[in-house]
């Protein structure tokens, strides 16, 4: 059994730099990816684009309360569904990490 032991330690000290030269050059594109969208697509809201997203939400009411979103696409309703489903679940995923439990709250 200690021989068995000794032989699976020394296969994994002398196999450990392999596998992590081999995570690291699979990791570093994808990485250099993910930091390169990311820079781009979660950064805040500059102060410029604060009044464009509020004249956004203005033309979406004055849209939905004079009809006009019966005349969207498919695919234009099919986008908006989408986006409205990934702002929702990225709520969610928000008040599962403040509250720290996937449970509700205590009340």
Not at 17 to 23: D, E, N
Not at 73 to 87: H, I, P, Q
Not at 97 to 107: A, D, P, Q
Request: no cysteine; charged share 20%.
């Amino acid at each position: 059994m200690a021989q068995v032991t000794q032989r699976l330690i020394k296969t994994v000290i002398t196999r450990t730099p392999q596998l992590v030269s081999a995570a690291v050059t699979y990791s570093r594109p994808r990485l250099a990816t993910f930091w390169y969208y990311a820079k781009v697509e979660l950064v805040p809201p500059t102060p410029a684009e604060i009044p464009k997203a509020i004249e956004s939400m203005k033309k979406m009411v004055s849209a939905f309360q004079s009809g006009r979103l019966r005349q969207l696409t498919v695919k234009e309703a099919l986008r908006n569904g989408v986006v409205a489903t990934e702002v929702l679940m990225w709520f969610y995923i928000g008040e599962i990490i403040g509250k720290r439990s996937l449970i509700g709250y205590n009340v």
